[in-house]
């Protein structure tokens, strides 16, 4: 049974539609990726399932039960937790209290210090700066709050918006080193938008390719990997 | 002459500070300047005296229920008038908390009449010596309940689960509420939270300065100036502006004269965004985004 079974979703802002009918599959602690230009509507995916869009039709089945107009709270709260486009982090709260964000849903209060341990533990430099405010961290570390901030809602999916974006290909490196530590120790699965088509079909098993809505190719990314000229000629596509 | 000035201002001040508080905090959650926040307290003043003189209730039990009257004023007006029109632009926030504002002047005429009424005293009359200067024991008296209060919200917001959050919507209430964070709770509770200060206020001021439907209207004004001392947006920032209002008010009124002192508070926000407006604009502009 797949974890997360999303069926002819649709959705529009006002006049603009953004999702015409797509169809995606994540399998339990699989890593499936989400691949397109900007404009596509990876983000709009996301947010759906995270609540924080109302799709306007189609349905989203979390480890079967409909969810599809769940609030985000009660989502989080069923296991899925996003890591938003941009990073998104609160700047004017301390690290640990961004964490603390990130489990609000929760109240197992000693289960949450242990999970705020783990996160320093993946990431040491947020411990190191646990007590400095978001907003002072650099770009990589930022990210690495976004993630740990995910991870503190003790999620089973883990849905994360082009986490590599903006960073110097070193840090690149290591955001997809600790996406597949997610994955293979803590068992997470993971759906992710990326724009780095090469990184992306590396570490996941799936990949969908989107181009103004809708799903053009899928396949295990293995495959999908031999067709970078078809996969290309998507990623080009403005708009 | 002068130490006595400046505390007696400070103890004013602090009071602007409780206000202003309120305002930055409902402002910077829900984009509403809430003219109405003075009026809360007005209406705790009078519940005060149905309590402390009517019922004749015990003094701490009067500030409990007053709190919670406070409190529960808060919630109403979040649930039953803001909510509905949350996401207007802020001149339509800003005007509904106008009409809140007449509203519950009238519903204080209506139920308690127009005229001024005392509030029974809460503490002993005589004034004290502080390293010579003398201050009445009320002055001290609301000093050390502002001081206590705005522990209790520093704790709040740093401490508790629903501060922090309440500090996260200000900061981006999309990823906030992205987080599963329950962003309308959230908002309740900071019109709660408005409540929960202007029910202090209210019992603290009135022993002061008389207790009628319109014993706020300064006091909010001072308190939103004070606020915009902060950018309606920093707390300390208006907490500082609160008490160099009070102080500054205190001292014109001894040596320039009392005709200016209401003056005082109005002068100082004109020399600010006279020379300070880039702050101003600057978290104006961050609003926006
Ligand atoms: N908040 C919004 N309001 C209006 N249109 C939007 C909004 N967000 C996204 N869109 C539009 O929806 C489409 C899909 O956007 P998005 O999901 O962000 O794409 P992607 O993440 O693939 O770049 C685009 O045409 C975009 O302009
Ligand atoms: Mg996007």
Not at chain 1, 99 to 120: C, H, K, N, P, W
Not at chain 2, 129 to 139: E, P, R, T
């Amino acid at each position: 049974m797949s974890l997360l079974k999303i069926d002819g979703l649709e959705a529009n802002y006002g006049p603009v539609t953004a999702l015409r009918g797509i169809s995606i599959e994540v399998p339990e602690g699989g890593i499936v990726t989400l691949l397109g230009a900007n404009g596509a509507g990876k983000s709009t995916t996301l947010k759906c399932i995270s609540g924080v869009v109302k799709p306007r039709g189609g349905t989203i089945e979390w480890k079967g039960d409909k969810i599809l107009n769940r609030s985000p709270n009660w989502i989080t709260r069923a296991g899925i937790a996003q890591v938003p486009e941009g990073r998104r982090i609160f700047k004017d709260l301390s690290v640990s209290e961004n964490l603390m964000m990130g489990a609000y849903t929760r109240s197992d209060r000693g289960q949450i210090r242990s999970d705020e341990e783990r996160v320093f533990e993946l990431f040491p430099r947020l411990k190191e700066r646990s007590k400095q405010l978001g907003g002072s961290l650099s770009g990589g570390e930022q990210q690495m709050l976004a993630i740990g901030r995910g991870l503190m809602a003790r999620p089973t999916l883990l849905l994360l918006d082009e986490p590599s974006l903006g960073l110097a290909p070193l840090l690149v490196k290591d955001i997809f080193e600790t996406l597949l530590k997610l994955n293979q120790e803590w068992g997470l699965a993971l759906l992710v938008v990326e724009q780095n088509v090469t990184m992306a079909l590396k570490v996941s098993q799936f990949g969908y390719v989107m181009q103004l809505g809708q799903v053009m190719v899928s396949g295990p990314s293995a495959e999908l990997r031999n067709d970078a000229k078809v996969l290309e000629s998507y990623m080009g596509v403005a708009q | 002459m002068l130490g006595q000035q400046i505390l007696s201002g400070l103890a004013t001040g602090s009071l602007y500070a409780l206000t202003a508080i309120a305002v930055v905090v409902v402002f910077r959650n829900t984009r509403t300047i809430n003219l109405a926040q003075g009026d809360f307290a007005m209406i705790g003043a009078f519940l005060g005296i149905v309590f402390l003189k009517d019922w004749g209730l015990n003094y701490y039990v009067t500030i409990l229920l007053v709190v919670a009257c406070c409190i529960v004023l808060g919630f109403g007006v979040e649930r039953i008038i803001m909510r509905p029109i949350a996401n207007s632009d802020w001149l339509t926030l800003f005007t509904t908390t106008i009409g809140i504002y007449y509203i519950l002047h009238g519903v204080a005429g209506l139920f308690w009449g127009r005229d001024t009424k005392a509030f029974p005293l809460t503490f002993d009359p005589t004034p004290v010596d502080i390293l010579g200067a003398v201050i009445s024991q009320g002055h001290l008296y609301n000093m050390g309940w502002a001081l206590a209060i705005g522990a209790v919200l520093y704790a709040f917001f740093n401490f508790t689960k629903q501060g922090v959050a309440m500090r996260a919507l200000t900061d981006d209430p999309e990823a906030a509420y992205m987080m599963g964070i329950p962003v309308r709770f959230i908002v309740l509770l900071t019109w709660g939270l408005a409540g929960f200060i202007a029910g202090f206020v209210g019992i603290l001021i009135a022993p002061i300065i008389y207790v009628s439907p319109e014993m706020m209207d300064e006091v909010l004004v001072k308190g939103y100036v004070a606020a915009v001392f902060g950018g309606l947006y920093s707390i300390q920032g208006a907490v500082i502006g609160a008490l160099l209002i009070g102080v500054a008010e205190n001292l014109a009124g001894g040596y320039i004269g009392s005709h200016v002192k209401t003056a005082t508070a109005f002068v100082m926000i004109v020399v600010l965004l006279a020379f300070r407006p880039q702050g101003l604009i600057g978290i104006q502009k961050r609003r926006e985004i």
